[in-house]
């Protein structure tokens, strides 16, 4: 079983967050099937909490976002 990406959590992900520097760009995916050392797994709630850096944008690709 995976766990959310964030210390000491111990909940599922439903979501794969990745950063796209060169766009200034969090995008968030569908839950990968397979884990990706170099992305985010992360859980409802981490993804609610989630805040870009500043300036940034998230984009949202999730065929259907999870309600918290």
């Known amino acids: 079983m995976r766990v959310c990406a964030k210390m ?5 992900p439903v979501a794969t967050v990745s950063l796209v520097y060169t766009e200034r760009m ?8 397979e884990r990706d050392p170099n992305l985010l797994d992360l859980c ?7 805040t870009p850096p500043v300036g940034w ?5 999730r065929t259907t976002p999870v309600a918290v």
């Open 26 to 33: 969090v995008v968030v995916d569908d839950l990968f099937d």
């Open 57 to 61: 944008v998230v984009q949202d690709r």
């Open 8 to 12: 000491r959590c111990s909940h599922e």
């Open 44 to 50: 409802p709630e981490h993804i609610a909490r989630m």
